[in-house]
């Protein structure tokens, strides 16, 4: 008998009318659906007409049924994996099963589609070349900062979730730690009705969340800019190659080149090239 395969399926992290055609096709199209939710995807099927019968699969219990699932994947049924919204495993359940599946030889397939993380970042207005996604900051306020002191050095730019209740400590913090002077972007209901980016320094963006109490409501992406980097951050023979080769080659061009021998980020190497 041939195995079956389990789908990754992204859902719409607000406008239903971002559900894929293809998502559509292989949910209803698959034995059973894992939702870390039932009774929230349901309305998402119910909206489409999908009927496929789901099972619940949540941080609580997806460990001890990942044998179970794989059992079937391999007797032959195929599975779709959906979360609440946005792509599986991002911050959601479904590492356990994606990994068990890994481990038995069973053919994993990922759909693109909706991702809170890539949609904020593509829109923030901050670096996109190099990215680190953290998850959640911690909750309580000293394991934050602790958290933040780890990511000072981080010279990509920072994704995290946020709670709308601890956005501004979170703000706050950043301040605290990475300066009131780093640049930020709030994302808050991608996709949604009252879908808004607050852009601008830690501390200014800080004071329009607490002016402004909407602002502290619903789902939210918290982007943060990475450290830029000085002359000094930089080693000696780096600056010397990018001094040659931006007399010889566009600037971009020269830190691309640059960047790749040394392992250092080319934009920051541009920026070097611009205030020379």
Do not use: W
């Not at 870390?36 to 460990?63: C, K, Q, W």
């Not at 808004?196 to 963006?205: E, K, N, Q, R």
């Amino acid at each position: 008998m041939k195995p079956g395969i389990l789908y990754i399926v992204p859902t719409p992290i607000g406008n239903l009318d971002d559900m894929t055609q293809r998502a559509q096709q292989v949910l209803a199209s698959v034995s059973a659906i894992a939702a870390e939710d039932t009774r929230h995807s349901r309305v998402l099927l119910e909206h489409y007409g999908i009927t496929t019968p789901m099972f619940a699969l949540h941080e609580h219990n997806e460990r001890e049924k990942a044998a179970g699932l794989v059992a079937r994947l391999q007797g032959g049924e195929s599975i779709a994996l959906i979360s609440d919204a946005g792509t599986p495993l991002i911050s959601d359940p479904g590492f356990p099963l994606v990994r068990a599946c890994r481990q038995a030889g069973v053919q994993v397939t990922a759909l693109p589609g909706p991702s809170a993380v890539i949609t904020a970042l593509s829109a923030s207005g901050l670096p996109t070349d190099k990215f680190l996604f953290a998850g959640f900051l911690p909750a309580k306020q000293q394991a934050r900062v602790t958290a933040l002191e780890a990511l000072a050095d981080e010279t990509g730019t920072m994704v995290f979730y946020e709670s709308p209740r601890r956005i501004a400590e979170s703000l706050s913090a950043i301040s605290e730690v990475l300066g009131a002077a780093r640049e930020v972007v709030v994302a808050r209901e991608i996709s949604k009705q009252y879908e808004t980016y607050l852009h601008g320094s830690a501390a200014d963006v800080l004071a329009k969340v607490q002016a402004d109490a909407n602002q502290q409501r619903g789902e939210i992406v918290l982007i943060v800019a990475g450290k830029q980097l000085n002359k000094s951050d930089i080693p000696a023979e780096a600056l010397k190659l990018l001094t040659e080769l931006t007399a010889l080659l566009p600037p971009k061009k020269a830190a691309k080149v640059v960047a790749n021998h040394y392992g250092l980020r080319a934009n920051d190497l541009y920026k070097l090239t611009l205030k020379a």
